[in-house]
């Protein structure tokens, strides 16, 4: 993370001087590239920014390939905004506009990268192409009517006569703005010749399949048969055009963006794995300035000679993303898109690699490029050729799982870096004393019609000396009369025309006074204005000093937000480690002390009493209780426990036991023992009150024998005795039980042995019948024990 905090940016198109800093390379013509990296919040991106003109390729987890470092003319990451990337990539190329040059911007990479969202942006964020419609209207202070202006189909205009424009106009259809409020581009470019008149035309095409088509058409619908348009050239040496494509002349950005978001309803996307809203096609949007000169008559109309219009155009492209199948999943129609894309891709790339060839070696006696490959290097031939500019915006997604694609794109744009554009040579426009003031034409012969209006400027015949008065001719030298009237009204002309000299030189002065006054007013206003601009640009260069400070302590912010984010992540997967750590420690904690309850009821089990106190005294010493139990076993067997729930049943005492008129019999001979109802042996097993959980006196129905569970040690010393254990042929035998065997099983058998202090070997069989239990399992009642014991005849 600590690349994202070293980087600085100044983000205003501002230079330390305050003045406008528009990047071009007018003396070395290299393609430009810069690069946009996608948002991304998680903590493993594959790009990571470096600085303004780096970045690195970061390989994920469990690619085994080294890092890599690429140069682009500039840098963009995921904090940079819209307007930065407008002002640094396009606002040039507005400018070339208004100049009279040509240019193109494109945008490059895989599908889901933000291409579109770099071109066009969103209604909160406008993207590049609505910025320069604002840019571009608010820098044309000399724009016509609709209709003088008319395209010929063939990359050409006309003019109108003013009765014809006056007809076309009243044929046109209001519009209708159905722009909602948009984030405005303020900006304006300066450069526009203001002896020139000028009027904007849209055109909007889609290269679908190879093929070209004209989304500013109505007829254009989802059968698009017999729809498509031709890529033609006025001449060899001419620049290729779409023969009779829709061009629309407007007079706003909203306007223009109306007739922008009318043909993206059929443009053609779809929905993707990859992108829910995947262009399918290349998208060209090319606006395109008219400029001719104005008449001289003071008329706002432009002079009527073809040969001096002048028409440059912004072509702005949005490429579609470039897929693996084997990511995509695509199958029919989107397939043959997936491949037509890649192939107008490929055949872009194989372009800039041959023009880069035949650069590094002029020499060649054929330098073949295959532009007619594809419909899109064939329609842009020209600008490869040196008509205009071009600029490419390679727009990469950090995710890990594009990192593949990624590395396609920067070589791509690396590629394309090292490829030389032959630089445009500019039309001459037409020189003027007026051409450079800060005012358009239009606002200049507002002014003159306005001061005819209010002066009248007609020649004024000044009567300086009144008519001479009739006099008779002289009679005589001697006439000295008519010759003193002559000379007073001679005088008197002469000093009333003083008089009138001395006037025009006091009005002359006056006027010059005033001349000097308001010149001065003038200047000064001049000068204030101009230190006003001064201290304006020095605003806007602390303004950007402010911004750039502010990206840098809010890339460092996001830097901290997303380390502390992972020590937050990493907290929480430790607290939540020791809760479970905790609940396994409760749980273990439990199942001990259940385990210790269940190990003490067995203790108490083992060390109770268990035979009433009559019997218990009888105990022989050094002999426990489960010993005693396990040798009286076998004559108490028919003692049932539920004889404890019922008072004994009183028989005489010649009866004896009850006789058993069918006995069943068990598997190993002997009868199945029946409950026996005088003995209050299991009432102290089984005391009052407690709950059952096996029935004592079950008896299994079925008379036919049932499966025996021979339960053996381990480790079995062989008897050697004559007398050998037989169990039937369907016996299960085991060494570690199981609760699944007791389900499967009646009888139970399970041998013991032992040596006595004599050193001989006693072998026990200990049987009993399997017995189902209240809670799904099975219990064992023990009903006999035989033994099979080696005795040495001297003890007898």
Same mark, same amino acid.
């Given at each position: 993370m600590a690349e994202f905090s070293? @980087? /600085?940016? +100044?983000?205003?198109?501002?230079?330390?001087?305050?003045?406008?800093?528009?990047?071009?390379?007018?003396?070395?013509?290299?393609?430009?590239?810069?690069?946009r990296i996608a948002p991304y919040s998680d903590l493993d991106p594959c790009i990571i920014a470096l600085d303004d003109e780096h970045v690195k390729l970061v390989p994920p987890p469990g690619v085994n390939k080294p890092e890599q470092v690429y140069k682009f003319g500039c840098v963009f990451d995921g904090q940079d905004s819209q307007r930065t990337v407008f002002r640094r990539c396009a606002l040039d190329y507005v400018e070339d506009l208004v100049c009279g040059r040509n240019g193109l911007l494109f945008t490059y990479g895989v599908t889901g990268s933000g291409k579109t969202f770099t071109m066009t942006g969103d209604t909160d964020k406008a993207g590049i192409l609505p910025r320069s419609l604002d840019v571009l209207f608010n820098s044309l202070p000399n724009q016509l009517e609709k209709c003088i202006f008319y395209p010929d189909g063939k990359n050409g205009f006309q003019i109108r006569s003013p009765s014809h424009a006056e007809l076309a106009r009243k044929q046109l259809q209001p519009f209708e703005n159905k722009i909602a409020e948009h984030i405005t581009e303020s900006r304006k470019v300066l450069g526009f010749n203001n002896n020139m008149v000028s009027a904007v035309f849209v055109s909007y095409v889609e290269i679908y399949n190879e093929e070209v088509y004209d989304l500013l058409d109505e007829n254009l619908r989802s059968n698009r048969l017999g729809l498509t348009k031709r890529l033609r050239k006025v001449s060899p040496e001419g620049p290729v055009y779409v023969e009779n494509v829709t061009e629309i002349e407007v007079q706003s950005s909203d306007e223009a963006l109306t007739q922008?978001?009318?043909?993206?309803?059929?443009?053609?996307?779809?929905?993707?794995?990859?992108?829910? !809203?995947?262009? @399918?096609?290349? $998208?060209?949007?090319?606006?395109?300035?008219?400029?001719? *000169?104005?008449?001289?008559?003071?008329?706002?109309?432009?002079?009527?000679?073809?040969?001096?219009?002048?028409?440059?155009?912004?072509?702005?492209?949005?490429?579609?993303?470039?897929?693996?199948?084997?990511?995509?999943?695509?199958?029919?129609?989107?397939?043959?898109?997936?491949c037509n894309i890649n192939k107008s891709l490929m055949t872009l790339r194989q372009c800039f690699n041959q023009l880069r060839e035949s650069?590094? +070696? *002029?020499?060649?006696?054929?330098?073949?490029?295959?532009?007619?490959?594809s419909s899109l290097?064939?329609?842009?031939? $020209?600008?490869?050729?040196?008509?205009? @500019?071009?600029?490419?915006?390679?727009?990469? !997604?950090?995710?890990?799982?594009?990192? /593949?694609?990624?590395?396609?794109?920067?070589?791509?744009?690396?590629?394309?870096?090292?490829?030389?554009?032959?630089?445009?040579?500019?039309?001459?426009? #037409? =020189?003027?004393?007026?051409?450079?003031?800060p005012f358009s034409r239009r606002q200049i012969d507002s002014w003159h019609r306005e001061l005819e209006q209010k002066l009248n400027l007609e020649p004024m015949q000044m009567q300086l000396f009144d008519p001479p008065p009739p006099f008779k001719n002289l009679a005589a030298p001697e006439d000295e009369e008519t010759i003193r009237n002559l000379r007073e009204y001679f005088i008197k002309k002469a000093s009333q025309h003083q008089a009138y000299v001395n006037t025009v030189m006091q009005n002359a002065q006056d006027f010059s006074a005033r001349l000097k006054k308001r010149l001065c007013y003038a200047d000064l206003n001049e000068k204030r204005l101009n230190d006003m601009e001064i201290d304006l640009e020095e605003m806007r260069r602390y303004n950007t000093e402010a911004t750039a400070q502010a990206n840098q302590c809010k890339r460092q912010l996001n830097a901290m937000k997303l380390r502390l984010n992972k020590y937050e992540c990493e907290d929480f997967v430790d607290r939540q480690r020791e809760e479970d750590t905790r609940k396994k420690q409760q749980e273990m904690a439990a199942v001990m002390e259940q385990k210790s309850r269940t190990l003490q009821q067995a203790m108490d089990l083992v060390t109770s009493p268990i035979f009433p106190t009559t019997i218990t005294t009888n105990l022989t010493p050094g002999t426990s209780h489960v010993a005693e139990l396990r040798r009286q076993f076998g004559a108490r067997s028919d003692e049932?426990?539920?004889?404890?729930?019922? #008072?004994?049943?009183?028989? *005489?005492? $010649?009866?004896?036991?009850?006789?058993?008129? !069918? #006995?069943?019999?068990?598997?190993?001979?002997?009868?199945?023992? =029946?409950?026996?109802? $005088?003995? #209050?042996?299991?009432?102290?097993?089984?005391?009052e009150g407690r709950t059952g959980y096996m029935n004592p006196k079950f008896h299994r129905r079925s008379k036919s024998v049932g499966r025996v569970l021979d339960h053996q040690p381990v480790v079995q010393v062989p008897l050697g005795t004559v007398y050998q254990k037989v169990l039937p042929g369907n016996a299960k035998s085991t060494t @570690?039980?199981?609760?699944?065997?007791?389900?499967?099983?009646?009888?139970?058998?399970i041998t013991h042995q032992e040596v006595d202090n004599r050193g001989n070997i006693s072998t026990e069989l200990v049987k009993g019948e399997i017995i189902p239990t209240a809670g799904g399992g099975s219990a064992v009642k023990f009903t006999d024990i035989e033994r099979l014991k080696h005795e040495s005849p001297s003890n007898f």
């Open positions: 070293t @980087r /600085k940016r +100044n983000t205003d198109d501002t230079n330390h001087n305050g003045k406008t800093k528009i990047k071009k390379k007018l003396h070395n013509e290299t393609l430009e590239v810069v690069c922008f978001l009318n043909a993206q309803q059929r443009r053609k996307v779809a929905d993707t794995i990859l992108n829910q !809203n995947s262009s @399918r096609s290349h $998208s060209i949007f090319n606006i395109r300035l008219v400029m001719a *000169p104005c008449e001289e008559d003071g008329r706002f109309y432009p002079v009527r000679d073809e040969s001096k219009i002048i028409v440059s155009q912004l072509s702005l492209v949005d490429l579609a993303g470039s897929e693996r199948t084997k990511r995509t999943e695509n199958v029919g129609q989107r397939f043959e898109e997936g650069q590094r +070696n *002029p020499r060649r006696e054929v330098n073949f490029i295959s532009y007619r490959s290097t064939w329609l842009f031939k $020209s600008f490869f050729e040196g008509i205009g @500019r071009i600029r490419m915006i390679i727009c990469v !997604n950090p995710l890990p799982a594009d990192y /593949k694609e990624n590395i396609t794109v920067l070589e791509f744009a690396e590629l394309a870096q090292q490829v030389d554009i032959p630089e445009a040579v500019a039309p001459l426009f #037409p =020189l003027s004393d007026m051409a450079n003031l049932k426990i539920d004889s404890a729930r019922r #008072p004994p049943v009183q028989l *005489p005492k $010649s009866a004896g036991r009850v006789p058993q008129t !069918n #006995p069943q019999m068990t598997m190993f001979g002997k009868p199945r023992a =029946l409950p026996q109802v $005088s003995t #209050p042996l299991s009432a102290i097993a089984f005391r @570690r039980l199981k609760a699944d065997d007791l389900k499967k099983c009646d009888e139970y058998l």
